[in-house]
């Protein structure tokens, strides 16, 4: 769903990585008590107490927007530090995010750089055929 919906931003998944030094990443999805759980794990640096605390002063813009838009649906966001690593957890209820009224509309355009990809991607294969070749198993 795009309106009503928590915007995705494209460098995210390169910024979860590159920053933290993370040589892995997790992301969970689960439906528990009539709420989704989303969690993303890493084992990069970690984070700071004062952001994993929400203190004034320490969380910066970034993390300040995430917990303000997802307050606003009525979730609650969690940060902690598991050395080695960060857990996000973002916790949404469900009634909030699919109603009667939602509409699904394509995203494609959101996630493709330029008109010409999404043209290439969608437009029908230019390819040859590929001749049909006879196989003989080995002994």
């Not at 989303?38 to 910066?60: L, M, N, S, W, Y």
Request: hydrophobic letters at 35%; aromatic letters at 4%.
């Amino acid at each position: 769903m795009r309106n009503g919906s928590l915007p995705y931003h494209p460098r995210g998944s390169h910024q979860s990585v590159s920053p933290f030094r993370s040589a892995e990443w997790w992301v969970t999805l689960k439906h528990q008590n009539s709420q989704l759980v989303i969690t993303i794990r890493d084992d990069g640096k970690g984070i700071g107490k004062g952001v994993a605390e929400f203190q004034c002063g320490t969380i910066g813009v970034g993390i300040g927007g995430m917990r303000q838009r997802i307050k606003e649906f009525g979730g609650v966001l969690r940060l902690e530090n598991t050395n080695p690593g960060t857990r996000v957890e973002v916790t949404l209820p469900c009634s909030t995010l699919v109603s009667a009224e939602a509409t699904v509309t394509p995203i494609l355009e959101d996630i493709l750089p330029s008109k010409a990809a999404k043209s290439a991607l969608l437009a029908p294969s230019t390819r040859a055929a590929t001749p049909k070749t006879d196989v003989t198993p080995l002994a």
